[in-house]
């Protein structure tokens, strides 16, 4: 009886160490994805401490803040949720968002927590930034506003282009699927009629 229990509480171990490594398909990515706007909040919040130039602390963190929306819009962006997106100015001067998806099963496939991830700190990282903003002015500084200012333009845009990027994926898939029950249907109409 004794070995009975053990052997099963060693199996239920196995399971839950293995669940808890399958946690993240991509943790090295989600680990990147949450650094760079941990870092670029931290030095920002603690750059008053350390330094007294505003010069040091707006050009690190505007560069912290670049370089998250860098790894956003095309490392993590394409890795953990599947998507791409990009803005371009076409011939006429106009500017034309695009787009890409992995298709409708890659999709399907893809890690819910390394979703879960993606977006919440997308959107947490947002708020973060209002929040600050709203200190600085409260405080009166106007100087810090604009730091303040250029990072929440760079997360807001991250925001809106993964925004529209699935909201685009979602309407091909609906037309895959349109097409794929069409193609099937008619498919079983004219084997039907051939019968008859």
């Given at each position: ?78 890795i953990l949720v599947g998507l791409r997106w990009w803005n371009e100015i076409n011939e006429q001067g106009e500017s034309v968002w695009k787009f890409e ?96």
């Amino acid at each position: 009886m004794q070995g009975f229990l053990s052997s099963s509480s060693n199996q239920t171990a196995r399971d839950f160490n293995q669940e808890t490594r399958e946690n993240y398909a991509n943790p090295k990515t989600c680990l990147f994805h949450v650094l760079f706007k941990a870092a670029a909040l931290a030095f920002y919040i603690l750059s008053a401490i350390f330094f007294s130039s505003f010069v040091i602390i707006f050009v690190v963190t505007v560069f912290l803040a670049a370089l998250d929306f860098w790894v956003v819009k095309n490392v993590s962006g394409r890795i953990l949720v599947g998507l791409r997106w990009w803005n371009e100015i076409n011939e006429q001067g106009e500017s034309v968002w695009k787009f890409e998806c992995l298709d409708q099963e890659s999709l399907a496939r893809m890690n819910k927590k390394d979703s879960w991830l993606f977006w919440w700190t997308l959107y947490l990282n947002a708020v973060a930034w209002i929040i600050l903003g709203i200190f600085s002015l409260i405080r009166f500084q106007a100087d810090y506003l604009l730091v303040i200012g250029v990072c929440l333009t760079l997360s807001i845009a991250n925001i809106v282009g993964f925004t529209k990027c699935r909201k685009d994926a979602k309407k091909q898939i609906q037309q895959f699927a349109s097409q794929t029950i069409a193609s099937k249907l008619s498919s079983t109409l004219q084997s039907a009629f051939s019968l008859v």
